[in-house]
């Protein structure tokens, strides 16, 4: 198996911060804003974003929560292993908010559809705006759009986007996988 380096730890950083930058341009009034990070992939990026947005910004005000799209996805009654749900942390209503939910990578939709169905148990937000790390542009299989991404990637069904997240933020970082297998 090959792998090729998409972001290495400091254009991670710098992609991190462009995103950052991107949400507080677009709404500039923080309060109103939540960050929904999707369970299990995208709460290291949404940790992230939301704690640039506080330090670049100086605001506490932005709110915060994960939340467990296992039950709300399409295929979950046709997998063999037995699912074991994450944890939901979300303690406020979303109710009239700004929302922006974060996942990782951006395969074929069906996470965040999932995504989307599990917040409404938490009220109706105002907007709802997604933001992504890895747009795998080529495998989407719901008219999904992210309106923040951190880079775009044409990838084939046999590719693997990986985003490594060390734990004292030493060596981030985004591969690409292959396979490159040959059928004899």
């Given at each position: 198996m090959d792998?090729?380096?998409?972001?290495?730890?400091?254009?991670l950083n710098?992609?991190?911060?462009?995103?950052?930058?991107?949400?507080?341009?677009?709404?500039?009034?923080?309060?109103?804003?939540?960050?929904i990070s999707l369970q299990p992939r995208g709460i290291d990026l949404g940790r992230r974003i939301l704690?640039?947005?506080?330090?670049?910004?100086?605001t506490d005000e932005i709110k915060y929560g994960e939340i467990d799209v296992t039950f709300h996805r399409d295929d979950f009654r046709r997998r063999d292993e037995m699912l074991v749900p994450s944890k939901t942390?979300?303690?406020?209503?979303?109710?009239?908010?700004?929302?922006?939910?974060v996942d990782d990578v951006l395969?074929?939709?069906?996470t965040v559809r999932s995504g989307l169905d599990a917040m409404l148990d938490y009220g109706r937000p105002a907007n709802v705006e997604l933001l992504v790390l890895i747009d795998r542009r080529f495998s989407r299989e719901l008219p999904v759009q992210p309106d923040y991404t951190g880079r775009v990637v044409d990838v084939v069904t046999d590719e693997t986007v990986k985003v490594i997240w060390a734990e004292d933020d030493s060596k981030n970082e985004v591969l690409l996988f292959s396979s490159n297998r040959k059928d004899v």
């Amino acid at each position: 198996m090959d792998n090729r380096l998409l972001l290495n730890h400091t254009a991670l950083n710098h992609t991190l911060d462009r995103l950052a930058y991107q949400v507080y341009e677009r709404h500039l009034d923080l309060s109103k804003v939540a960050i929904i990070s999707l369970q299990p992939r995208g709460i290291d990026l949404g940790r992230r974003i939301l704690s640039r947005l506080q330090t670049m910004f100086g605001t506490d005000e932005i709110k915060y929560g994960e939340i467990d799209v296992t039950f709300h996805r399409d295929d979950f009654r046709r997998r063999d292993e037995m699912l074991v749900p994450s944890k939901t942390n979300l303690d406020f209503t979303i109710e009239g908010m700004d929302i922006i939910l974060v996942d990782d990578v951006l395969y074929t939709g069906r996470t965040v559809r999932s995504g989307l169905d599990a917040m409404l148990d938490y009220g109706r937000p105002a907007n709802v705006e997604l933001l992504v790390l890895i747009d795998r542009r080529f495998s989407r299989e719901l008219p999904v759009q992210p309106d923040y991404t951190g880079r775009v990637v044409d990838v084939v069904t046999d590719e693997t986007v990986k985003v490594i997240w060390a734990e004292d933020d030493s060596k981030n970082e985004v591969l690409l996988f292959s396979s490159n297998r040959k059928d004899v």
